[in-house]
């Protein structure tokens, strides 16, 4: 039916239904409507199929069979989106059955960019916010947010939308206290665009008070709407808001706390209503304050608290200075980080759940901010703990995959320059194993031998941990190639070629000609005392010089030059499962050959060599992953650079 011809049917019909409440809607026709507004389909979506009409019944096809072209669906005029939406806005309040037919099409019906909030205020009958964030169903809810999301689009709508104050109100409980996950999700969206849409806009005076931008002003500086987020996110019975189960309570907390990583400012942190913060408990400070520090019981809640130092955790990590300052002033810093590095003087309970946690946080505090934990006497502790964690994991566990992954965290975390050892026995990194084979051993080799594109002290640590591995094992290569070619370990062998290729990709830079003096408790070897450790005149600069270089030349070349082992040659497992993992280590392992040709074509440009081993190479890398013959591999192996 052509869509003129639809629109008329749904007028008809909904006026029907406005009559005679009782009235079943068509959702066929609702969906007719959509699909030709949208090019949509909806019947049969949720179980990945298509809807055709076959002797005017509703079939499937599987997604696969449809076809699809260029063609637009047909439009809808401008006249008749405005007379739909003013019927349908007129129709809801008085439905008495499921609205999702209804929402669904007020969604498509408003879709379009050019339907601006301008046209929103024009339906007629007015939408109705306040009385839509406060139904109890949410398509209803998700309808409604879709309409104020229109306002985000220019700082004039939002600023009307911040003159409403009841509308403001509404949003923010329906945000914090709704049980449908989709709906605080969608009204967390709508909330952050309200206030950052604009936030050039919003400068702050000295003394704290936002002066342009009105949304933040509306909901920080109303006393009704600010003091709600703080009675509804409070656990204290005297000022409970609602009938919010403590239950329901936890989830407005972790609701507040994710919306403050996303509009964290002056105006959260800083105090804007004193005396509705004074009685939440926050004598010199904010909303940060209250939700970091007062909100959350965690005492008899191991399941908050978990979440709270995660929140420490993402807040470290937007690297604002203010965060490192606010997080150690309050002593929030050192308790996330005592359930990792003094788990003994903790409940056992808290550590089973807590310990993890704690590892992430420290994780992301290493690496954020290196300088000020070089400078840290909390430095020497953390390398002690990581160092016994991973000195007491046993080559079994390393076998079985029972390894300390919030321990490699943190040392994958650490500057690179505190693994450098003073003896080789104080580094944890020595610890790490490459055989028995273990994929996460593999990938904390892999992270920490790369380096940094940044901090060139950084890279040349890198560079320096390297020699010094090969120093310690020199079998190093022999295990890392074995592990790779070791199929029926799929995941180890992955990770194996990606720590190959690490090393063919590293980033390094040389060492100081001169070691630093004094005592610096953590500091670089010059580049001579690091020849003379590793029993050379020199040692090459680069990750593709290292692999260009014996052992390596003659173990990781071949190996990268060799076909790929297959299926025919493999026991066990079924015949397509084999033939899955065989190609899937192929194809990484070519890909690692690729690295190596592009990295050798540009040293080999910088030294004027002959081109020999490139060709022989790039030869190789154009036979594809399953292609290639040994002899290949071991004359490269053999040649000298």
């Known amino acids: 039916m052509a869509l003129p011809a639809l629109l ?132 209803i809810n998700l309808a409604v947010l879709s309409l104020l999301e229109k306002a985000t689009y220019r700082k004039s709508d939002i600023d009307i939308v911040a003159g409403k104050a009841d509308v403001i109100a509404a949003l923010i409980k329906l945000w914090l206290c709704t049980p449908d996950t989709a709906v605080a999700t969608r009204a967390h969206d709508v909330i952050v665009r309200l206030l950052l849409a604009d936030e050039g806009k919003n400068t702050m005076s000295d003394s704290g008070i936002m002066e342009e931008n009105l949304m933040w002003r509306r909901i920080l500086r109303d006393r009704d709407i600010y003091g709600s987020i703080f009675s509804i996110c409070s656990l204290s019975t005297a000022v409970q808001e609602g009938p919010l189960s403590r239950r329901e309570k936890t989830h407005a907390q972790a609701r507040l706390l994710d919306m403050l990583l996303k509009i964290d400012s002056n105006p959260v942190r800083t105090s804007q209503i004193p005396d509705i913060e004074q009685r939440f408990g926050v004598n010199n400070g904010g909303l940060l304050h209250f939700a970091a520090i007062h909100m959350v019981d965690y005492r008899d809640d191991v399941l908050m608290h978990m979440t709270l130092i995660e929140f420490y955790a993402k807040y470290l990590g937007t690297g604002h200075t203010f965060a490192l300052h606010f997080l150690q002033s309050n002593s929030l810093h050192a308790h996330s980080m005592a359930y990792y590095l003094e788990p003994e003087k903790q409940d056992s309970l808290d550590v089973t759940y807590l310990y993890g946690s704690a590892a992430k946080y420290l994780s992301t505090y290493c690496s954020t901010y290196p300088q000020d934990l070089l400078s840290s006497p909390t430095a020497g502790h953390i390398l002690a703990r990581v160092t016994r964690a991973v000195e007491n994991t046993s080559p079994s566990q390393w076998a079985q995959g029972k390894v300390p992954k919030h321990d490699l965290h943190v040392l994958v975390s650490l500057p690179r320059i505190m693994l450098m050892p003073r003896t080789q026995a104080i580094s944890p990194f020595f610890s790490i194993p490459v055989k028995p084979a273990n994929r996460d051993a593999f990938a904390a080799l892999a992270h920490i031998l790369h380096g940094t594109r940044s901090m060139p002290e950084e890279r040349a640590a890198a560079r320096a941990l390297y020699y010094l591995e090969m120093e310690n094992l020199s079998d190093f290569w022999e295990c890392l190639v074995t592990a790779a070619d070791t199929v029926v370990l799929k995941e180890s062998a992955l990770s194996a070629l990606s720590l190959i290729g690490a090393v063919i990709t590293a980033k390094w830079s040389p060492l100081p000609d001169i070691e630093p003096s004094g005592s610096i408790p953590f500091k670089l070897p010059s580049e001579r005392e690091l020849a003379s450790k590793c029993h050379a005149e020199s ?29 025919s040659s493999l026991v066990g497992g079924g015949r397509g499962d084999v033939e899955s993992t065989v190609y899937k280590i ?29 060709a022989a190479v790039g030869r190789r890398v154009a036979q594809g992953p399953m292609g290639g013959t040994s002899e290949a591999g071991g004359r490269v192996g053999t040649m000298e650079m």
């Open 8 to 139: 008329d049917q749904l007028h008809s019909h909904l006026q029907e239904v406005r009559n005679d409440p009782s009235r079943g809607l068509s959702e066929k026709l609702l969906e007719q409507v959509d699909r030709q507004v949208t090019g949509k389909w909806h019947p049969c979506q949720d179980r990945g199929r298509m809807p055709v009409v076959n002797g005017g019944s509703w079939g499937c096809l599987p997604l696969e069979r449809v076809y699809t072209d260029s063609k637009l669906p047909e439009s809808i005029e401008e006249s008749w989106r405005d007379t739909l939406l003013n019927q349908l806005s007129d129709l809801l309040p008085t439905l008495q059955q499921d609205p999702t037919p209804v929402t669904n099409l007020i969604n498509v019906l408003v879709l379009p960019t050019k339907y601006d909030f301008t046209r929103v205020l024009t339906i007629q009958p007015p939408v109705d916010f306040t009385a839509g964030f406060l139904s109890s169903l949410p398509p």
């Open 539 to 567: 040692l090459p600069q680069s990750g593709i010089e290292a692999i260009m270089t014996q052992p390596a030349l003659g173990i990781v070349v071949p190996y990268l030059m060799r076909p790929a082992q297959s299926f």
């Open 586 to 614: 192929a194809a990484a392992k070519h890909d690692v050959l690729t690295m190596l040709y592009q990295k050798l074509k540009e040293w080999v440009k910088t030294r004027g060599d002959s081109q020999e081993m490139v």
